[in-house]
């Protein structure tokens, strides 16, 4: 008899979720913001990436024998200063974006134009790898970017679309605005 009930207990399905209630609309906003946010960190994890072969560069080229130390220096110190620079999820702004971009792409132009001038040294095979890796991610900026863009639009059309729901749950889900974009308004 026992089981019996054991099995009838175990073979009940569960109550379905009313999709217009508040705890519906919270489960799928934290899809939608896990969406964003993995977006987000493969993005960072990127440029992160692009940063840290740029400080690859800068070491190898301070092994040069004719290199200018103090140009290395500031731009070492250039690229130390592009994570503080950089956009924040929550509050950046098309200015911001053009700042960052136009800070990390003089960095990497002047260290282009180092390592391919013809009275220069021959750049080695570890520069001219890590070059190429930095081409590879500068050239994945802009689908990260609009991948980023689509979460990010799912994400404030849900909170705009679920606000009565959302602010019924209070705390958090009350205060939420749209999460900034990288393509500018039309």
């Known amino acids: 008899m026992l089981l019996l009930a054991a099995l009838a207990a175990c073979n009940r399905t569960p109550k379905a979720l009313d999709p217009a ?3 519906a609309a919270k489960q799928q906003l934290e899809v939608l913001r896990d969406s964003v946010d993995t977006r987000w960190a493969q993005m960072m994890a990127s440029d992160d990436a692009k940063i840290t072969a740029t400080n690859q560069i800068l070491n190898e080229l301070e092994r040069w024998p004719a290199a200018d130390k103090q140009q290395l220096q500031q731009l070492t110190q250039a690229n130390n200063r592009l994570k503080k620079l950089r956009y924040q999820q929550l509050t950046m702004q098309s200015t911001q974006i053009d700042r960052y971009d136009t800070a990390q792409d003089s960095l990497l132009t002047i260290l282009r134009t180092m390592t391919s001038r013809p009275d220069g040294p021959a750049p080695s095979s570890t520069v001219l790898n890590t070059l190429d890796t930095i081409g590879q991610y500068d050239g994945q900026v802009v ?7 689509q979460a990010a639009k799912k994400f404030n059309n849900y909170v705009q679309l679920h606000q009565a729901e959302l602010q019924s749950l209070g705390g958090r889900y009350k205060q939420l605005a749209p999460l900034p974009l990288f393509e500018l308004p039309e």
Do not use: E, N, P, Q
């Open 21 to 23: 209630s508040a705890t």
């Open 143 to 149: 689908g990260y970017r609009v991948k980023y863009d």
